[in-house]
């Protein structure tokens, strides 16, 4: 569909021309219209489909045809300030024939730009375009009034609450109208999303837009191996060349950090991506790998929708996303503009079951790769083996209450059961870790065969 068969005023549409845009993407399509008939709306639709022009073209729109006063009529709330950055440049070439002004808040600068930013939140703008934290501080200062909000915007409302900006935008939500507009986009859809959407949003209408597979030039291989073999089988791939133009995600930032010292260590030019880095910090970063400074990112999941770089080699997923889209977020990042592209994935025994429904969704078996033998055999896969196991990191750990009472029961009774070595109470007591120093030996230890001449 065209942008000029939507109902967008002849403003917008000139401005969509002077930017070369004529047809709109699905989640365009299905979203615009809704919004511009004044419905509250919840959309799932991953990166890269055009999520942000979706909700813009009209808001600008039913902006441009309100009286001009100096309050805020629109809060769009984003997870960093990279994306608050690209959504305001975005914002100027939308409204480039249209008297509607915007404003970017969020941290990482200096004391200038803060009273910048609080000057122009003074003075009033018809948009604001926020990270929750940044809002939040200059909402405590007094001098910000969400009274006469008309819109309010989430967008990548999953990333924010993996960040833990929950309670963040439900205290901005405290201060904004009842009778206002809500639209929530997210790639992703569990059940805190909807959970937030129930709370914030009034009848809304649902939009989902089906998550893309990946591209068929993208290499995909699979290591079913243990935690310990990851840094091993690492070291493996660079060492076959595949060393530069490599992005690494994994789940933590604790993880990050580590691996990060690890392969600067191993004298690889490795770098960290991850939300405790400010904004100077980043941005250098992202610099440096643009430039080939830095040839290995290792980043978390918070940011990998943050990083748009091209010329990405290969991705490793250190280890395998919660999500399915995500894997097809991170894997997209390589085989770009019509280049190859490889993706490796590492995956430990706890991460068996979320890689099976992976393979469910993408309705492909990857390709499993050989562990080499001087690493040790790795587990076998058996996603059923894994699933619902205990705490992170315990897989298979025992409850320890009822298995303690049943011992002391039998124990009580004379009647222990069968062991290989006679067990007492207090080894049951023990935590796994004191019962079993090594849960498994990595690389295998190898029998003595000699002793069978003996």
């Known amino acids: 569909m065209r942008f000029d068969e939507l109902s967008l005023s002849d403003d917008i549409l000139d401005a969509l021309d002077a930017m070369h845009f004529e047809e709109c993407t699905p989640i365009q399509e299905q979203s615009i219209d809704k919004i511009l008939e004044g419905k509250d709306l919840i959309a799932c639709a991953q990166t890269g489909t055009g999520k942000t022009a979706a909700y813009l073209l009209p808001i600008i729109d039913l902006l441009a045809e309100t009286e001009a006063t100096p309050t805020v009529k629109c809060v769009i709330m984003v997870p960093t300030h990279e994306l608050a950055q690209q959504i305001d440049r975005q914002m100027e070439g939308f409204a480039y024939y249209m008297p509607v002004s915007s404003l970017a808040i969020h941290g990482g600068n200096d004391g200038k730009e803060f009273a910048r930013q609080q000057h122009a939140l003074r003075q009033g703008a018809d948009m604001v375009i926020a990270t929750p934290g940044r809002l939040l501080a200059h909402?405590?200062?007094?001098?910000?009034?969400?009274?006469?909000?008309?819109?309010?915007?989430?967008?990548?409302?999953?990333?924010?609450?993996?960040?833990?900006?929950?309670?963040?935008?439900?205290?901005?939500?405290?201060?904004?109208?009842?009778?206002?507009?809500?639209?929530?986009?997210?790639?992703?859809?569990?059940?805190?999303?909807?959970?937030?959407?129930?709370?914030?949003?009034?009848?809304?209408?649902?939009?989902?837009?089906?998550?893309?597979?990946?591209?068929?030039?993208?290499?995909?291989?699979?290591?079913?191996?243990?935690?310990?073999?990851?840094?091993?089988?690492?070291?493996?791939?660079?060492?076959?060349?595949?060393?530069?133009?490599?992005?690494?995600?994994?789940?933590?930032?604790?993880?990050?950090?580590?691996?990060?010292?690890?392969?600067?260590?191993?004298?690889?030019?490795?770098?960290?991506?991850?939300?405790?880095?400010?904004?100077?910090?980043?941005?250098?970063?992202?610099?440096?790998?643009?430039?080939g400074r830095i040839e290995i990112l290792i980043a978390t999941d918070i940011l990998a929708r943050g990083i748009d770089i091209d010329d990405i080699a290969m991705v490793v997923n250190y280890d395998v996303p919660h999500e399915a889209e995500d894997y097809v977020h991170r894997i997209g990042r390589t085989a770009r503009a019509d280049a190859d592209g490889k993706a490796v994935t590492f995956v430990s025994e706890r991460d068996q079951p979320r890689w099976a429904q992976i393979e469910n969704f993408l309705e492909m078996k990857i390709r499993r790769e050989n562990i080499p033998d001087e690493f040790g055999e790795g587990p076998e896969f058996n996603p059923r083996k894994y699933s619902g196991t205990g705490r992170k990191g315990h897989l298979g750990t025992r409850s320890g209450k009822g298995h303690k009472t049943r011992f002391n029961k039998r124990v009580k009774e004379g009647n222990p059961g069968k062991h290989k070595k006679r067990q007492t109470a207090d080894d049951v007591n023990k935590s796994p870790n004191e019962k079993s120093k090594k849960r498994f030996r990595y690389p295998p230890k190898k029998k003595n065969t000699d002793k069978a001449a003996e």
């Open 139 to 291: 909402m405590k200062m007094g001098y910000v009034d969400l009274s006469h909000v008309e819109f309010f915007v989430l967008d990548e409302a999953d990333r924010m609450l993996d960040m833990g900006f929950s309670d963040d935008i439900m205290r901005i939500v405290a201060e904004l109208p009842k009778k206002r507009q809500t639209l929530m986009f997210s790639a992703t859809m569990p059940k805190k999303i909807q959970q937030l959407a129930a709370s914030i949003l009034t009848e809304p209408e649902e939009v989902k837009i089906a998550v893309s597979k990946p591209a068929e030039k993208i290499d995909q291989s699979v290591f079913i191996c243990y935690e310990g073999q990851k840094d091993h089988l690492l070291r493996m791939l660079f060492e076959q060349g595949h060393n530069k133009r490599v992005i690494i995600f994994s789940s933590s930032k604790q993880k990050v950090k580590e691996l990060t010292q690890i392969l600067r260590r191993s004298k690889w030019k490795a770098a960290e991506m991850h939300s405790d880095l400010d904004q100077k910090a980043r941005e250098e970063v992202i610099l440096a790998f643009r430039s």
